[in-house]
């Protein structure tokens, strides 16, 4: 039962709750707001009941007067008073007060304490004294004195009577928030105090109205775990005062399917609640997006991006309704900032680094608790621990577990928290340890191995960060006795918390701190991560319907089945072992395999039968062949005589034809000499045809002088006349000459071309001829013979269309038949060992014994070689075949560029 209840005006909270946790230390339990309303509770319902339930009021009034519900609070408890007199109503004037303050008429009757000035012992002890009406304290007993240290737990909202040292950061919390910031994102390294200075200090400041008023505001609050959607669709429905559990998925598709999803569902829940509430979301240990978030195959990255971005796109919504304060542990900043929305939001955003304690603010934490239940902690403990605690970061658990282990340890009779209690513990950084000793030590070796394993199963090792807590269901921690005995030690020792049928490491200080439990984990990492594997996708596999494109194959299942299979050896004991889900999921994997293993025996049976039946039938046909072989070789070598006799003959026709021709060519040579003779006697009876024409003038002109001697000169013509006769004779003669000796020539380059032709025709025939033994060949399955053939038969063909169709079939010859060895030659100095070629057959490579690989042109041109100091055992291209690989019993293997 409180002693007394406290009406303020929600802006003077801060002053009010130094009075109060002041009348704490006197002994009193005061009725604080802040301390004393449920989260979950309707305010105005707690209020009355506090007010019929307390027999006494102290009505204060500071700076700002009278708040708005301060009346009502006064006006209920005097009706209450003025039926029973042994209630109090004390009005009580705090430092800053207005000099003009209007009091209500029915409170001037009572007698008023004036608090204006200095607040020493004395004051506060006549406050306490009038409050009691000089009745002195009940003496209850000691050990119900609540324990005001948290230990390794997290101040909740009703603890934060005993949350003291955050006072300045809780203010600067709310400045934020009243200066219009809608998204507060709190960042602090693991042990720094982010979660109770949001939940046991901004939270009640904000729930008793120190937030403008904030009376009516609605707080949810939540952590991610590994359904962030679902979390925060309960935390809602919570605080909007609706408990229909069949909403929490239709919210959680709503998120999914939009990021207007939490704006528009806020909107329609809470217009329809009184006062037109305001929501404040607190993300708590909003790094659990990244660890436990993603074990969970319905809420897989997309969820925790989709929290996200519903949260931002609330928190940006002019004049919206919804603010939110996240906790981020420090390591995890580079991850959000990853996200490129959350990055950018970020930057706008107000960033709170929460810097570790100061020396007084670690007095505050470590004496003000004891002295709000009646006990102080020796100076010299207060020196000690302001040493070890002040201004170093992730040290407010180990301060809190240590002095939770001195208030088990407490001197009773004296009321204090001794000195000899600090040095039995060792000081704040051992304290974890001798408690987890302590636990071990009590224990048998196999509970002592199922602690091992329990602390195993509630660890999420890090992946760049550090390793963190992890939220465990008991089920998966194991039912057997030695387990529960394991996980009830640790729960005592207050090392691991249990609620709602799920278990959770205290804090993370204590995975840091506690070396033997380091060392397990170090010595587990590569099982307890592989394990980890295993649990996610088992929850991917379960949450799919069991799809088996979701088991394990490969590599990871037989690692997996060699580390967690069935073990019967003397150390199965000491093995980390699975949960149902995971054993149900690797045996499902190794079914699968199994029964992929024998449909792929099946297959390989019916292989190996279709395989035999093959070669029954290819031994028939290799029968039938050889017969057949045997009378195509038969043919061949009849072929053969009388292909090689015909080729006999045509190598007589072709020897006389060429004999032909060289007497065509001599016929030709001499007939050409004829031809230059008559040209030699046609040019003289030109040359004589123009002295006789000449003669024949000079005749004339002798006729013409000479009339008178008309029978000398008859005569003479006469003379001259048979002399021209005889000239036109021989010149006649020459022509006829001339044109025998053309007629000569012209019979001669005839002959010529004719004895040419015959060549052509016996070179043709005897290329027919060679072709029809390749056809031979190739019809009696001889495909060297008939290439061997074929070959010749291109050489000679001298017609272009011929050449293209032999050419043509040989190389039709070389695609259906076996390999064909042509003329090309590419040698080594040594025995080949292999050869390759490239993609587009332009290029060979060959290896050898002589200690080289070489490089050649498809027509045996070498193009490089490669040397080694020992055989060439291989040599293959690379994919682009811009580079060789060779390699050799020298030990060594090669690069080159091809």
Not at 209 to 228: D, I, K, M, Q, Y
Not at 474 to 480: A, I, K, N, V
Request: glycine fraction near 8%; charged fraction near 30%; charge should be negative.
């Amino acid at each position: 039962m409180h002693d007394v209840f406290i009406s303020h005006s929600s802006q003077d909270k801060p002053m009010v709750e130094r009075l109060a946790r002041a009348l704490q230390q006197e002994g009193l339990k005061p009725w604080f707001d802040k301390w004393d309303l449920v989260p979950g509770d309707r305010w105005q319902e707690a209020l009355e009941r506090a007010i019929l339930d307390t027999p006494a009021l102290l009505v204060c009034y500071g700076p700002s007067g009278s708040g708005p519900w301060q009346a009502e609070e006064v006006r209920a408890f005097v009706d209450r008073a003025v039926k029973d007199p042994s209630r109090r109503v004390i009005p009580a004037w705090l430092p800053d007060c207005p000099e003009n303050l209007e009091v209500p008429l029915f409170l001037r009757g009572f007698h008023a304490m004036d608090l204006r000035g200095s607040w020493d012992g004395g004051v506060i002890k006549g406050l306490a004294h009038a409050i009691l009406d000089g009745r002195p304290l009940p003496p209850g007993p000691i050990s119900t004195i609540p324990c005001p240290y948290r230990g390794l737990k997290v101040f909740e909202e009703e603890h934060a009577r005993w949350m003291f040292g955050r006072e300045r950061e809780v203010t600067d919390l709310l400045g934020h928030l009243r200066g219009g910031s809608r998204l507060l994102v709190l960042i602090g390294a693991s042990g720094s105090g982010k979660s109770s200075l949001v939940r046991a200090g901004l939270v009640p400041s904000v729930r008793t109205g120190e937030l403008n008023g904030s009376f009516h505001w609605r707080v949810a609050t939540l952590r991610p775990g590994v359904r962030p959607l679902d979390a925060l669709a309960t935390e809602l429905l919570m605080a909007g005062s609706n408990d229909n559990p069949a909403l929490i998925e239709q919210y959680v598709e709503a998120f999914r399917g939009s990021e207007k999803g939490l704006a528009n569902a806020t909107e329609l829940l809470f217009r329809k609640l009184p006062d037109d509430p305001r929501l404040l979301i607190v993300v708590d240990q909003f790094e659990e997006v990244f660890t436990e978030a993603r074990e969970d195959k319905a809420a897989t990255d997309s969820d925790a991006h989709q929290l996200v971005a519903n949260l931002l796109d609330a928190t940006a919504i002019p004049n919206g309704r919804v603010h939110a304060v996240l906790t981020v542990r420090a390591d995890f900043l580079p991850r959000c900032l990853a996200w490129p929305d959350l990055a950018a939001r970020l930057q706008g955003a107000v960033r709170f680094a929460l810097a570790p304690l100061g020396p007084q603010q670690v007095k505050d934490a470590v004496r003000r608790p004891a002295l709000a239940v009646g006990f102080d902690v020796e100076p010299a403990v207060v020196g000690k621990l302001v040493d070890e605690v002040a201004g170093k970061t992730g040290t407010l658990p180990l301060l809190q577990h240590l002095l939770r282990e001195l208030w088990e340890a407490r001197d009773e009779t004296r009321r204090i928290l001794a000195w000899t209690g600090y040095e039995k513990l060792g000081g704040v950084h051992k304290g974890i340890t001798h408690s987890a000793a302590r636990m071990l030590e009590g224990l048998g070796p196999e509970e002592q191995q199922a602690v091992r394993k329990v602390i195993g199963r509630l660890v999420h090792l890090g992946e760049g960060t550090e390793d963190t807590r992890r939220r465990a269901a008991r089920e998966e921690l194991g039912e057997d006795p030695t387990t529960r005995t394991a996980l009830d030690a640790l729960v005592k020792a207050r090392l691991v918390s249990v609620d709602e049928g799920h278990a959770e490491i205290a804090h993370e200080a204590l995975i840091r701190e506690w070396d033997i439990l380091r060392g397990w984990i170090e010595a587990d990492r590569a099982r307890l991560q592989l394990r980890q594997e295993i649990r996610r996708a088992a929850k991917a596999w379960d949450a799919g319907g069991r799809d088996m494109a979701d088991l394990w194959r490969g590599g990871r299942l037989t690692r997996a089945t060699e580390e967690f299979g069935e073990r019967t050896d003397e150390k199965q004991q000491d093995r980390l072992t699975l949960a149902s889900l995971e054993e149900g999921f690797l045996a499902a994997s190794l079914a699968a395999r199994r029964q992929e293993e024998e449909e792929r025996e099946k297959v390989r049976q019916a292989q190996l039968r279709q395989q035999e039946r093959q070669m029954e039938l290819l031994k028939k046909l290799a029968h039938t062949e050889k017969g057949r072989a045997e009378e195509a070789e038969r043919r061949r070598e009849q072929e053969a005589r009388a292909a090689a006799q015909e080729q006999q003959a045509m190598e007589a026709e072709k020897q006389r034809a060429q004999a032909e021709k060289e007497r065509a060519e001599a016929e030709a040579k001499r007939a050409a000499e004829q031809a230059r003779a008559a040209e030699k006697e046609q040019q003289a009876m030109e040359a004589e045809k123009r002295r006789a024409e000449a003669e024949r003038e000079q005749a004339e002109a002798k006729k013409r002088q000479a009339e008178a001697e008309t029978k000398q000169a008859t005569d003479r013509e006469e003379a001259e006349r048979d002399r021209a006769e005889a000239t036109r004779k021989r010149f006649w003669l020459m022509t006829v000459f001339a044109v025998i000796a053309i007629l000569l020539m012209v019979i001669a380059g005839w002959k010529a071309w004719q004895a040419n032709r015959q060549e052509q025709i016996a070179e043709q025939l005897l290329a027919n001829n060679h072709w029809a033994s390749g056809m031979g060949a190739e019809k009696g399955n001889d495909p060297i013979t008939a290439v061997h053939f074929y070959a010749k038969a291109t050489r000679g063909y001298s017609d272009a269309t011929d050449i293209q169709a032999g050419r043509l079939k040989l190389q039709a010859l070389q695609t259906t038949r076996n390999a064909i060895a042509l003329e090309t030659v590419m040698g080594h100095d040594g025995r080949v060992l292999g050869a390759a070629f490239s993609a587009d057959e332009s290029r060979i490579l060959t290896w050898s014994s002589d200690g080289t690989a070489r490089l050649w042109r498809s027509d045996g041109a070498e193009l490089a070689r490669m040397a080694h100091d020992d055989w060439v055992r291989g040599a293959a291209f690379s994919a682009d075949e811009s580079r060789i690989l060779t390699w050799s019993d020298d030990k060594t293997a090669r690069l080159w560029r091809s």
